[in-house]
């Protein structure tokens, strides 16, 4: 894998030199960057670099910032357990992706989501291959193969396709960093956290069969998960930049991440809305209780009482899935809190309800805007926490097929469980 990685370094540079072979193809992540998209981005690159049968220099690309890496703690541990050194690693703003593209020079496949932001939509016309375990989003085309399935990982479906093809590839570092994001991404295999499928245990089973070396399964999911919640010296705008989505439609833009018990919440989650120009914020927890049961909560913050009561009834009303929410008192006036019965209703869950709640919402104003011609968005509350709130002057407008754009693209997951 080293060497692998080194060589992609130098592919990298030929191509922002303008210089190199024919075409770079690039397997992308999505804009969380989670251990499944990073480790599916590497292996599933690795795999290419050896079965391709084009000139193309294959290239791992973790779709943020080098500088947010280090936010991803459960990321650092798994590559310092693996033996791959940081360094590596290619971030976005290391390859431009755009340029590649209209030159004719770029071929991409996307793993760990199946359609690109409406930022990158420029970027369509290159995708040529996905591999992915989201609701399907994606239109069907004859000239790009799609795999979505809904497994636990993202990685399982990597791994299966590496023992499928090339099983000669896998050595102890891959399998260890296949191995520990499936264990990770599925919850230890516990069938009560609702994230394992018969296709996790199968793929998980084959690579510890194979490499009898791998680490215990409970002793390295929970050293995983002992990393993932190292949030020692993070501030709160860290902490919600770790781990966060971006759904976007109508007038709102709201980012979804985990909930925090600090003091002060109100205060800085106010100020990283006004700085970010979020609209709303939803915050999911889970933590176990002394019998492993899991335990959820839910919170809703937002500047605008109307936004605030609008997103709890769409929740409170949801049936697909029913989330089983029930009130919990708040001492803070703009967060609205919930104890979340079906623990089964992961983030991952939670979100199409968020998309289908925006696009109806859309759909209200524009048959508004249609009987009034002079329509304008009802008065927005004034934001009684900080001046310069971007509610202040009105909600802007944003295009429903921007649903996902930099869906997490701050810091895809809870997917996987949390705790605060």
Known sequence: METFLTSCHEEALKANRGDGGPGFHVVLGNEACDMD???????????????????????????????????????????????VPQDMLIFREQLDLLQLQRTGRLALTLVDHNVLPSSDRDLEGAV???????????????????????????????????????????????????????????????????????????????????????????????????????????????????????????????????????????????????????????????????????????????????????MSQALEQARNPALSLCPISSPHSHIKAYLQGNTQASRKKLLPIIKDFLREREQDYCRADEEEEDCQFPPTPMNSLVEGCPLDNGLPRISAQALEEKFSKMADQEERTRSP
Do not use: W
């Open 128 to 310: 040529v291959e996905v591999i992915d375990h989201h609701l399907l989003e994606r239109e069907p085309s004859s000239s790009c193969p799609v795999t979505v399935e809904m497994v636990g990982s993202c990685a399982t479906l990597v791994t299966e396709r590496i023992v499928q093809k090339a099983p000669e590839i896998l050595d102890p570092q891959l399998a260890l960093l296949l191995y520990g994001t499936i264990v990770l991404d599925c919850v230890n295999m516990a069938p009560e956290a609702g994230k394992v499928t018969p296709k996790d245990s199968q793929y998980a089973a084959q690579l510890e069969t194979r490499f009898p070396g791998l680490p215990p399964r409970g002793a390295l999911f929970q050293s995983l998960q002992n990393a993932r919640f190292d949030v020692s010296g993070l501030s709160t705008e860290q902490m919600l930049l770790k781990d966060m989505k971006v759904v976007t439609g109508g007038e709102l833009h709201l980012a979804v991440s985990d909930f925090l018990q600090r003091a002060d919440l109100e205060k800085d989650l106010s100020a990283f809305s006004v700085e970010h120009g979020y609209n709303m914020l939803l915050a999911m927890t889970i933590s176990f209780k002394d019998n492993k049961e899991p335990f959820r909560q839910l919170a809703i913050f937002s500047h605008s009482t109307l936004c605030r009561e609008e």
């Open 37 to 83: 998209s990073m480790v599916s981005v590497m292996a599933y690159a690795y795999f290419l670099s050896k079965t391709l049968s084009t000139n193309a220099a294959v290239l791992p690309v973790l779709n943020i910032p080098r500088s947010e890496f280090a936010l991803r703690t459960d990321n650092v541990f798994l590559l310092r357990q693996s033996g």
